[in-house]
């Protein structure tokens, strides 16, 4: 096993954090590179937000044309005239309910749920005097590092995205490779951490034995 000093210095060196940023998060603090950093990644979250914003209008042309498309192909194989066959004279009236349900959900719910979502992320984008960092926690612990596949993707296969772990008890962060791999299990550290955007984001860590 290295040294404390050294391990520490690998893991700065690794982890994209420096010994002032370390200081400054023992004191309960943000260095003035991690802040700058913060900010950076704020404004381009609301400069990238903008070009969603205000496109209700395109989902419910999306949405309303899969609507269309979808009658038509149920039209074409036989099945409104199975239904007519079978409801009689109630067909009409119970095509004309389900066409205002689905028009209610195409114009006014999945433009609104989808609007509420970018809204949602914009504020994931407000300044740091809008919105401040959460007080820096401090977590001991006997780390866990490790890789972990990807979930299913949209085609039922293996993802081949891997993520990179680091666990502390119950709480898990996301790291980077070399981070991983300087990291040795079950060894005791410290770590100091942030909530952000509703997931634990790592500012910096030591081996304290």
């Known amino acids: ?18 010994s002032a940023d370390l200081e400054a998060n023992k004191q309960g603090k943000l260095s003035p590179a991690q802040l700058k950093r ?14 969603y914003n205000n496109k209700g209008w395109l989902i419910s042309l999306i949405f309303g044309g899969f609507a269309l498309f979808f009658a038509f192909v149920l039209y074409l194989v ?16 119970a095509l004309c309910v389900i066409g205002i349900i689905v028009a209610i959900l195409v114009i006014f719910v999945i433009p609104r749920q989808y609007q509420s ?12 005097k809008e919105q401040p960092i959460g007080n820096i926690q401090t977590i001991e612990a006997r780390a866990e590092a490790y890789s972990s596949q990807g979930g299913i993707n949209r085609r039922g296969h293996q993802s ?7 666990q502390m008890d119950s709480i898990k962060f996301l790291i980077t490779e070399s981070l991983m791999n300087t990291i040795q299990n079950k060894r005791l550290y410290r770590v ?6 509703g997931a634990w984001m790592l500012l910096s860590m030591e081996a304290i034995e």
Do not use: C, W
């Open 78 to 93: 036989g099945v409104f005239d199975i239904l007519q066959e079978s409801l009689g004279a109630l067909f009409f009236p």
């Open 160 to 166: 081949a995205k891997v993520s990179y772990v680091l």
């Open 38 to 51: 913060f900010e950076e990644e704020r404004n381009f979250i609301k400069e990238s937000s903008q070009k």
């Open 1 to 18: 096993m290295d040294s404390t000093y050294e391990h520490n210095y690998a893991l700065q060196q690794n982890g994209k954090f420096s």
């Open 192 to 197: 100091y951490a942030v909530q952000e955007g």
């Open 117 to 128: 979502t970018v809204d949602m992320y914009q504020a994931m984008g407000n300044s740091l």
